[in-house]
């Protein structure tokens, strides 16, 4: 059974650079005339043995066309998703009559793998909060410090000239001074202690975090005179003593249940000086997303595993406060199974409010974005400045 859609050029070549992306050579390659039309009519066929069913692209052209002598070149450099493409599909483009036909798959690859039974719901786990990523496994710490250094997208820091403008926000908003002993929390490779070093001012900057690659970039970059990094779990290791000014920024503190909040904050509160400051960064309603699942096949090594798998990802809202991800990886190669699971815990300005004040933290100010938005619930962000009571 195969099935026939006819796509516009874009959508082609937006299926041909997914191919592109997913798959390795053909394994046969048949170049023939189509005996259905006329001799004029150059058919190449493609083969493709996969794990899961065997695929074959057939490429129907003028004979006239073939002059270019592009077609055979650009065809040996397709790839095909092999396990990605579950949905038979057909292609024939607008300008040059090209078809892939496909021939039906043995089995839906993710069903052959697991039983998905458990998978089409979301599971509301024991735990909850303060399930996290394994920042501080070494070859997924160095998978994400590629991420943090990544200036195209946000996902794990942002950008470095928008972490400058975080740095200038927080000098016009008179938090980071001159003469100050700054503490970041979850500081990442370093990009914040890169921004505050620009502005020249007197610092000593401590950075602590749990990812050993992200540590030794930020030892290896900018660890100059009087700027030390730590590699730490933030709930069990140490924080220096007299800051001035602690920060947490992009969201970490969301990563951590109510009970470790408490914990986080009392040490912050106890690593403060008194009237030193605490600056945090917090989710602001991030919940409103709907529950959702996707699958991709990872082939050379991703944020998991260096070896091909399979990453089942559901997401979604668990209650009203608490988003849910959750990742089955299954190594094609060596057949095992790992599941990580990862949350976002709401936490509102009165809800901080009310744990600071248990630690002698008091409410200062609190902003919607760093361009200085009042806050309100709708913001797109809650920034918060706390202050150690004197
Ligand atoms: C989203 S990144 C933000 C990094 C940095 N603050 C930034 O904005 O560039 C989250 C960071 O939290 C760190 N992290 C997560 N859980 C941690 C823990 N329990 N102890 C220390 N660091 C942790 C991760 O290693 C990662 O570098």
């Not at 026939?4 to 082609?12: A, G, H, M, P």
């Not at 004029?40 to 270019?68: F, N, P």
């Not at 370093?190 to 970039?217: C, M, R, W």
Request: aromatic content about 10%.
């Amino acid at each position: 059974m195969s099935k026939e859609v006819k796509l516009d050029i874009e959508t082609y070549l937006k299926v041909k650079n997914d191919l592109l992306e997913h798959v390795g050579k053909p394994t046969n390659i048949v170049l023939g005339l189509d005996e259905e039309s006329s001799s004029e009519t150059v058919i190449i066929s493609e083969y493709w043995q996969t794990e899961y069913g065997s695929v074959t692209l057939m490429h129907k052209r003028d004979k006239t066309h073939l002059s270019d002598g592009f077609d055979v070149c650009e065809l040996y450099e397709i790839q095909f998703p092999a396990v990605t493409n579950v949905l038979p599909i057909s292609i024939i483009s607008d300008d040059s009559d090209i078809q892939v036909i496909e021939k039906p798959l043995q089995a839906d690859p993710i069903e052959k793998l697991i039983n998905l039974t458990d998978f089409k719901r979301m599971i509301i786990h024991k735990k909850g909060a303060g399930e996290t990523l394994p920042w501080s496994e070494l070859y997924f710490s160095n998978r994400m410090l590629e991420e943090h250094l990544e200036q195209s997208h946000d996902q794990a820091s942002r950008a470095k000239k928008d972490i400058e403008n975080h740095v200038s926000f927080l000098i016009a908003e008179k938090i980071l001074r001159n003469n100050l002993r700054v503490l970041d929390i979850a500081c990442g490779p370093g990009l914040y202690a890169e921004a505050i070093q620009k502005q020249n001012l007197e610092t000593v900057y401590f950075g602590i975090d749990s990812a050993p690659s992200a540590i030794h970039y930020a030892l290896k970059n900018f660890s100059v005179k009087d700027y030390a990094f730590k590699l730490g779990d933030l709930l069990t290791c140490d924080f220096p003593a007299s800051i001035d000014l602690a920060v947490v920024f992009y969201e970490v503190l969301n990563f951590f249940s109510e009970e470790d909040v408490n914990r986080l904050l009392n040490k912050m509160s106890k690593s403060l000086n008194s009237g030193g400051q605490l600056f945090l960064e917090l989710v602001n309603k991030v919940f409103d997303e709907e529950y959702d699942k996707e699958w991709k096949i990872i082939n050379n090594g991703g944020l998991f595993f260096n070896e091909p798998y399979l990453e089942l990802i559901e997401e979604g809202k668990i209650n009203d406060s608490l988003f849910g991800h959750r990742h089955i990886i299954l190594l094609l190669n060596s057949r095992v199974c790992y599941e990580y699971r990862n949350f976002l815990q709401e936490y509102t300005l009165s809800k901080i409010i009310k744990i600071a004040g248990n630690y002698n933290l008091h409410f200062k100010k609190a902003w919607g974005d760093f361009n200085g938005l009042p806050y309100t619930t709708s913001s797109p962000r809650l920034l918060i400045c706390l202050e150690k009571n004197i």
